[in-house]
């Protein structure tokens, strides 16, 4: 799937706004980046538009509108605020101006999947120990949250087994542009982080930028998983965009890793 534009009308801090993006990499340097994201949140239905449901900013006029991209079909949606119910009416129609009610069965995807189409990076849930999680489920989740999560798919042999094949096939590697920092993945699922650079251990402006990227990494793969299970279960899987929360500054801050070479996954991704 690939967000090919956007517009805003009274959303938030935004009173208008355009835009057409690249089909890979989309570097949102701009005030009201974490607004365009919610906004694409709405256009999806995202499940995370339930954690600022209440907080939404909706107004007398507020419409977001989307050309999407689907395997090279396009949708064209719709989603007038509707500042009573605190919501949003959506309304999807294809090239030949036709209403389509299939668009969001095409584009469903699990909770976890849906969640992890967002990068915020919060250190006392790293996704360096996603994986780790995912292999002892009991211990990590409430009883059937973990099921819920993953529509089922979590707790079966065939998950199992491809997280197994995941972690087999994970080669240690080094953060792009930063040779000294090596990353590696543990029997127990944990990715770790290994910088040989003493010189720069001191440096909290370093370290945070660093290790918001490494995290940007461990997410990637764990990305890449539930890509691998899903074209398994479903060949028509389709694999939303990804927005990458506070990372522009990272990227920024090492100056060399802000091309999508660097970024080994196979979806749209906006660095806000």
């Not at 395997?71 to 030949?96: C, I, L, Q």
Request: with cysteine; hydrophobic share 35%; proline share 4%.
């Amino acid at each position: 799937m690939v967000i090919k534009s956007l517009t805003i009308k009274d959303f938030e801090d935004i009173s208008f706004f355009e835009a057409s993006f690249a089909p890979d990499c989309v570097m949102l340097d701009m005030p009201e980046a974490e607004t365009v994201a919610k906004a694409a949140s709405v256009i999806l239905k995202s499940v995370r538009m339930r954690d600022f449901a209440n907080e939404l900013q909706i107004r007398p006029g507020t419409s977001i509108s989307a050309e999407i991209d689907i395997n090279g079909e396009s949708f064209f949606v719709t989603a007038v605020g509707n500042p009573e119910k605190t919501g949003f009416f959506h309304e999807t129609k294809g090239s030949d101006g036709r209403v389509r009610r299939d668009f969001y069965d095409r584009i469903y995807i699990s909770e976890e999947e849906d969640r992890l189409s967002l990068f915020c990076y919060d250190p006392k849930n790293p996704y360096s120990k996603r994986l780790m999680r995912y292999k002892d489920p009991e211990k990590y989740y409430p009883e059937g949250n973990f099921t819920g999560l993953t529509d089922g798919i979590g707790c079966t042999r065939t998950f199992r087994a491809m997280l197994a094949e995941h972690m087999k096939e994970f080669k240690p590697c080094t953060i792009p542009g930063l040779s000294w920092c090596h990353i590696s993945l543990k029997s127990d699922g944990a990715f770790v982080l290994d910088d040989s650079s003493i010189s720069r251990t001191n440096n909290k402006r370093y370290e945070a930028e660093r290790n918001r990227i490494f995290e940007f990494m461990c997410f990637l793969s764990i990305n890449g998983l539930w890509m691998d299970i899903e074209e398994l279960r479903n060949c028509n899987h389709t694999g939303w965009p990804i927005f990458a929360h506070r990372l522009h500054d990272a990227f920024s801050y090492f100056c060399n890793y802000s091309t999508k070479e660097h970024l080994s996954i196979k979806r749209q991704i906006f660095i806000m």
